[in-house]
C-alpha cells in the first residue's frame, strides 16, 4: 500500500512518496543539504525514494520534470512554516498522548460548539483554546467544532481557502498544537471534530494542478473546476483525500468530521467518493475500537444520505439540517428573500420539527421546482441544528448575530426552540452570552489579482444593499479583528443572564433522557396556528418533558396542557427576571396543573416535567 508523504521507517530512514502522474521525473530537494534526490516512479505515476539523513524539521521541495522554475511544496505536506509558498517540513510522528481511556460521546448525547481558531482568542492559536475548555465543560459542551484548519494562504482566512490539506495551519500552532489541544479536550471528555473541505481548493498556493490530474472540467463548481473524483485516474484522486481523513484520525486523534457542501462532490462512480470516503472511516473506527463521526454538509434534503449501506444508502452518521436555522431566522426577522423563501411560515417550523426536512417533495420557491425527501422516519440524533453558524453569520454583509437581528425575547426563544429539538444542538462561538462582535469574512491573500477580485466580488454579492454601503473589505486586517470574540462578557450584565439561560438548557438535556431521545414516537409536536403556540412532549421511558412555545412576536397567548400521562411541574420559563436583558419585572407564566391556562409572553418558552424525575 502506498503511503503519501514522509515517513520514518524502522530503521530510522525516511521514505518520501508523491503522487505526479504529470510529470516524467520528480527530484526531492533537501534544503538542509542542498542535495537533490532521484525519486522511482511507477505504473501508477507515484514517486518515491528513500534517504539516510533527513530528520525532524527539515525542509524539502520537489523538482518537478527537471525544471528550477517548479519547485513545489508536498501536496502531502504535514507542516508549513512559511505558508503555502515555501518549503514542507519533516513534522515528528509521535506525540505524548494521555488519551488512551477517552471516548466519544455519541451524537444524541452531544452538544457541539463551532469555533474559528484565529478568532476565539486573541492568540488565534490552538493552545490558545485550551484555557477556555473548562469554561466551555461547565457550559456543558461536549464537542467542539473547528472550522478548517488545513493551510491557508496567509494568517487569516475562514479555513475554506486551503490547499494543503494534511498541514494544520502554521500560525494556529502547526500539528503539535493541534495534538496539544485535543490532548487536553479529551482529559475533559470532550470530542474534537474537524471541517474538511474537499469539494474545492483555494486559488492561491494551489499546486495540485502541477502534478497530475486532480480536478477535472466536465463538472463545474461555485469555485471553478471539481476535483476529478470519477474520471480518469480518479482511484489516486480518491486516495489522496480518503488518506487526508485517515492521517488525522491517526496523527491527531481527531474524533470526527464535518464534510463541507457535499452536494458539490460531483461523481457518478456506481460508489461515489462521498460513500468511500464514509466507509474508510468508519471502517477504521471499527479497526480502532472507536466510533468515528461522519457528518455531511448538503444543500439536498435527501435522505439517501443518511440511510445505511445495506439499503443502497450512503451511510453518513450524521447531517446539518439547515432547515430549522432557517425557520427560525425568517420567523424572526421576517427575512424571506433567496433560499428563505422555501422556509416562510408558521407552517414550516412546525414540519421542521415534526420531520426534519422542510422540503419533503414540496413545491421550493427558490429553485422554482419541486425538491427533497421525506425524513420524518429518521432517528432525530442523525439531524444537527443551529439557531446561529460560521456561514449564516459570516455569509451576511455586516456579520451580524442572530441577537442583533431580533430582541433578547427572540434570542432566548431563538435557544429554546434549537436547544429542545429533537435533534443534536450546536452553538457558534460566542453565542451563548450573545457576544456583541460580528463574524466577517476576511482573508489575507498576496496575490494582487486574487485581492481585488475577493473585494469586487463581495461589492457585486450584496449589490442590492447598496444603501448600506460596501461590504467591510476582507483583506483588512480590521476585518479579521472585529471578528474575535469577548469571553470576558458572559460574566456580566445581560451577557451572563442569557448565559446562565443557556447553561441550565443544557443542564436539562443532561438530565431528561426525554430530551435526546431520538426516537422519532417519542416526540410529539402539538401546533396551534391560530395563536401560534407550539407544544413539544417529549419522552424516555418514564421521563417526560413537556414545552410550549409561543412563537407570535408580539402578543401575549394563552393556552393549556395537552394531555399528558403524569402530573408535571414547571422547571423553567425563558421570561423569568433571571434571564432577561435588563432586571425590570416582566410577564410570567402560571405555576399550574394540568387543566389550568397558562400565559406566554410573545417569543417565551416554559418547560414542564413529570413531577417525580
Not at 447531517?319 to 425568517?330: A, E, S
Request: charged content about 20%; overall charge negative; hydrophobic content about 35%.
Amino acid at each position: 500500500m502506498v503511503t503519501l508523504g514522509p515517513q520514518k521507517l524502522s530503521n530510522g530512514h525516511w521514505q518520501f512518496t508523491v503522487w505526479a502522474q504529470s510529470c516524467a521525473q520528480v527530484d526531492l530537494h533537501l534544503l538542509e543539504q542542498n542535495q537533490y534526490v532521484p525519486m522511482t516512479r511507477d505504473e501508477r505515476g507515484y514517486f518515491s525514494c528513500t534517504v539516510n539523513d533527513a530528520q525532524v524539521g527539515d525542509k524539502y521541495l520537489y523538482r518537478l520534470d527537471n525544471d528550477p522554475a517548479r519547485e513545489r511544496p508536498d501536496p502531502t505536506s504535514r507542516w508549513q512554516p512559511d505558508g503555502v509558498h515555501g518549503a514542507s517540513t519533516v513534522i515528528n510522528p509521535d506525540f505524548a498522548w494521555t488519551d488512551d481511556s477517552f471516548s466519544p460521546p455519541t451524537l444524541r448525547n452531544s452538544i457541539f460548539y463551532e469555533l474559528h481558531v484565529g478568532t476565539f482568542t486573541e492568540e488565534g492559536t490552538f493552545e490558545a483554546i485550551i484555557p477556555h475548555l473548562d469554561r466551555l465543560t461547565e457550559l456543558g459542551i461536549t464537542s467542539l467544532q473547528l472550522m478548517p484548519i488545513a493551510q491557508c494562504p496567509g494568517e487569516r482566512n475562514w479555513g475554506y481557502d486551503g490547499v494543503q490539506l494534511y498541514a494544520a495551519q502554521s500560525n494556529y500552532g502547526g500539528i503539535d498544537g493541534l495534538r496539544a489541544l485535543v490532548n487536553e479536550a479529551h482529559k475533559r471528555n470532550m470530542a474534537v471534530y474537524l471541517d474538511l473541505v474537499y469539494n474545492h481548493l483555494g486559488p492561491e498556493g494551489n499546486y495540485l494542478w502541477d502534478f497530475a490530474p486532480y480536478f477535472t472540467d466536465h463538472y463545474r463548481t461555485s469555485w471553478g473546476e471539481a476535483l476529478n473524483f470519477d474520471g480518469a485516474y480518479s482511484d489516486e484522486v480518491r486516495k489522496f483525500f480518503i488518506d487526508n481523513a485517515l492521517y488525522w484520525l491517526e496523527v491527531a486523534h481527531i474524533d470526527g468530521f464535518r464534510l463541507d457542501a457535499t452536494h458539490a462532490l460531483y461523481d457518478f462512480s456506481a460508489v461515489p467518493f462521498l460513500e468511500k470516503l464514509t466507509t474508510a472511516i468508519q471502517d477504521w473506527g471499527d479497526a480502532h475500537n472507536k466510533r468515528v463521526h461522519v457528518i455531511a454538509e448538503n444543500d439536498m434534503p435527501n435522505r439517501k444520505l443518511l440511510l445505511p449501506r445495506a439499503v443502497n444508502g450512503t451511510g453518513l452518521d450524521g447531517q446539518w439540517l439547515d432547515d430549522l436555522h432557517h425557520c427560525i431566522h425568517t420567523h424572526l426577522t421576517g427575512e424571506g428573500e433567496g433560499y428563505y423563501a422555501d422556509f416562510v411560515g408558521f407552517d414550516r417550523l412546525v414540519k421542521c420539527l415534526r420531520e426534519g426536512f422542510v422540503r419533503s417533495g414540496d413545491w421550493a420557491p427558490s429553485r422554482k421546482r419541486h425538491l427533497g425527501t421525506y425524513s420524518g422516519d429518521i432517528p432525530a440524533d442523525r439531524f444537527i441544528v443551529a439557531s446561529q453558524t460560521h456561514d449564516q453569520i459570516g455569509n451576511r454583509m455586516q456579520g451580524e448575530r442572530l441577537h442583533q437581528l431580533t430582541d433578547w425575547a427572540g434570542a432566548q426563544w431563538a435557544a429554546g426552540i434549537t436547544l429542545l429539538s429533537p435533534y443534536v444542538p450546536m452553538l457558534f462561538m460566542g453565542q451563548s452570552y450573545a457576544d456583541p462582535n460580528p463574524f466577517l469574512y476576511f482573508t489575507s491573500h498576496s496575490d494582487p489579482t486574487l485581492i481585488e477580485n475577493v473585494r469586487e466580488g463581495r461589492k457585486r454579492e450584496f449589490a442590492y444593499f447598496a444603501d448600506q454601503g460596501d461590504p467591510p473589505d476582507p483583506q483588512a486586517e480590521d476585518t479579521f479583528e472585529r471578528s474575535k470574540i469577548q469571553h470576558d462578557l458572559h460574566a456580566s450584565g445581560k451577557h451572563k443572564r442569557i448565559y446562565q439561560l443557556y447553561k441550565d438548557l443544557i443542564a436539562l438535556r443532561k438530565m431528561h433522557p426525554a430530551l435526546t431521545n431520538p426516537d422519532r414516537n417519542a416526540t410529539t409536536v402539538y401546533a396551534n396556528p391560530q395563536q401560534q403556540i407550539i407544544w413539544l412532549v417529549r419522552t424516555h421511558g418514564d421521563d417526560l418533558v413537556a414545552i410550549a412555545f409561543n412563537c407570535h412576536l408580539t402578543r401575549d397567548v394563552q393556552t393549556s396542557l395537552p394531555p399528558l400521562p403524569y402530573t408535571v411541574t414547571k422547571v423553567l420559563d425563558s421570561s423569568d427576571m433571571q434571564y432577561a436583558e435588563r432586571k425590570i419585572l416582566r410577564p410570567r407564566s402560571l405555576d399550574v396543573m394540568n387543566d389550568s391556562a397558562i400565559t406566554l409572553p410573545p417569543k417565551s418558552f416554559v418547560i414542564y416535567a413529570r413531577e417525580d424525575t
